[in-house]
């Protein structure tokens, strides 16, 4: 991550922490804070460099997104999509993303990748409907992306801010001031050039020289990775915060009016870290392998792509394990509303559910290519 990033959003700290609460009440980020990220460049740090991006590395999306989590989850959940979005709008034909970011490389794009429908062919592009369930930072965005299923398997659609109604229902326990409402589209037309197979990414067929490295990255073990980002950030957040408060806050019921006198407090907190490190270790592990297929224009076997979607499974498993250990070591005022634990501890829970994260179904698909079965589980692998 360049420096000059790093610095931007360390001065952001303030204004995101005292927008915080608002947003999570809310539901959504406020038109200021999303403005002072823009301006930092943070939300384009992934987008092409003609159009004024940064053509991020995966390695720095993941760094970006964590560097922003841990001073507000749902923040650096919106860095992640938003940056993630940027890196899938890269592969739709020029004329699509001149439409997105001819006029500004701040655009926002919001969507997601579960199919809907239906859709049909007609003359110059495709009449679509249907609706789509927990897009992030939908009521920031301009543009959408929409998937469905043509003849030839799945497409995403890119459609503009007037193509589709936003559905108010995003009503969590953490995550809330992303916004991931769900977003409807009622017989729209959208060009040949809005449409991208998905089938031929999956497969690599971007990974050439002609593309920049940047995004010849293997699709799905980079989009899942894209997600494992902000959970990093709030389980250093966690930790810190626990430690920090670890000097003046006693243990009830016990002779130690410190927590950090205690040895068995000392043990729980280097089993987080350590679980922290891990994550850390296999997230970083998976991105850095897919940048150097990248740079080299390769696009990973089988068993490695499933790999990577473990490694990213295996980190998401382990914020989760080092956040249950440091909300019982600190104690059950990290469950009050005024502690930031408790924002950390709901935004990180719903986020390692994501559908893309799910250890069981990465797992199996890593387990099946390990033993040279054939993959039942998912197309996107």
Not at 346 to 366: F, T
């Amino acid at each position: 991550m360049s420096s000059e990033l790093l610095t931007a959003i360390g001065a952001l700290t303030p204004q995101l922490t005292d927008a915080a609460g608002k947003a999570d009440a809310d539901r959504r980020l406020s038109d200021e804070t999303v403005a002072a990220m823009q301006a930092a460049g943070v939300f384009r740090a992934a987008a092409p460099k003609r159009y004024g991006g940064g053509e991020a590395a995966l390695r720095t999306h993941l760094e970006v997104a964590a560097a922003v989590a841990a001073i507000d989850g749902s923040v650096g959940w919106l860095t992640a999509l938003w940056n993630g979005n940027d890196w899938c709008v890269a592969h739709f034909p020029e004329q699509a993303q001149d439409d997105v970011w001819g006029s500004s490389p701040d655009t926002l794009i919001s969507g997601t990748l579960k199919p809907s429908g239906p859709v049909h062919r007609v003359p110059g592009g495709y009449r679509l409907s249907g609706a789509w369930s927990y897009a992030s930072g939908i009521w920031h965005a301009s543009w959408a992306i929409a998937s469905a299923v043509l003849e030839d398997g799945p497409a995403a659609f890119l459609v503009p801010r007037t193509d589709f109604e936003i559905v108010d229902e995003w009503h969590m326990a953490g995550m809330r001031s992303t916004g991931s409402n769900r977003f409807v589209i009622e017989d729209a037309f959208v060009p040949e050039h809005r449409v991208m197979r998905l089938g031929p990414l999956v497969a690599g067929a971007h990974a050439t020289d002609s593309v920049a490295a940047a995004f010849r990255t293997a699709m799905v073990p980079t989009l899942v990775l894209m997600v494992v980002g902000p959970q990093l950030g709030l389980g250093r957040a966690a930790l810190a915060h626990v430690i920090a408060a670890a000097g003046n806050k006693s243990i009830p019921f016990t002779n130690f009016d410190r927590q950090s006198d205690s040895a068995g407090f000392r043990l729980q907190i280097a089993e987080a870290a350590t679980a922290l490190d891990t994550a850390e270790l296999h997230a970083y592990r998976a991105a850095d392998a897919l940048d150097r297929h990248a740079a080299e224009a390769v696009h990973p076997d089988e068993l490695l792509r499933a790999r990577y979607r473990a490694d990213a499974a295996v980190a998401a498993r382990s914020v989760h394990r080092a956040l249950e250990i440091l909300m019982t070591a600190h104690g059950s005022s990290g469950f009050a509303d005024a502690s930031p634990l408790q924002r950390i501890w709901r935004d990180a829970s719903v986020a390692a559910r994501h559908g893309m994260l799910i250890p069981q179904v990465n797992l199996e698909i890593y387990g099946a290519a390990l033993v040279g079965a054939r993959n039942t589980v998912s197309p996107f692998a």
